[in-house]
């Protein structure tokens, strides 16, 4: 596959994000895989690739700071907002996800940033997501 230049959405040139497979390609071009190392029986994950847009993965890694203090609970909506139902619970969800895989990261004693990349990669996955549902729509 071949990539134009990517827009701060996170998306390629053309728009679509229907261009990816899956999410885990989606986070592969964005760079927030582990590098891997395997030889034979021995299989070892290193650093971030740090492939592709990196003012994309900047952002993911800077946005995925705000799970380690929000509320897995959704917030109650303004006055006068009337946000599509399924996407309200989709939201809802995917928050409710990423605290959780952010807890459970650090419980288990996983450095801080490294649960923060963790998480960025989950926040990726989750946009790609929700990206494929706005074009199917």
């Not at 989606?26 to 650093?47: I, M, N, Y």
């Not at 650090?106 to 790609?128: D, I, P, S």
Request: hydrophobic share 40%; proline share 3%.
């Amino acid at each position: 596959m071949t990539y134009r230049t990517a827009t701060p959405a996170g998306t390629t040139a053309d728009g679509r994000f229907s261009i990816q497979s899956n999410a885990r390609s989606f986070a592969a071009w964005v760079g927030l895989t582990p590098s891997e190392h395997s030889s034979g029986e021995s299989d070892r994950r290193g650093a971030i690739t740090k492939a592709g847009n990196k003012h994309l993965r900047k952002a993911l890694v800077e946005a995925a700071w705000h799970y380690l203090t929000c509320s897995g609970r959704p917030k109650d909506l303004a006055k006068g907002q009337a946000p599509d139902r399924v996407a309200r619970r989709h939201a809802a969800k995917g928050v409710r996800r990423l605290v959780e895989r952010r807890e459970a990261l650090l419980a288990r004693g996983v450095h801080n940033n490294k649960a923060n990349v963790a998480t960025a990669r989950e926040l990726a996955c989750w946009v790609w997501a929700v990206g494929l549902m706005a074009e199917e729509a």
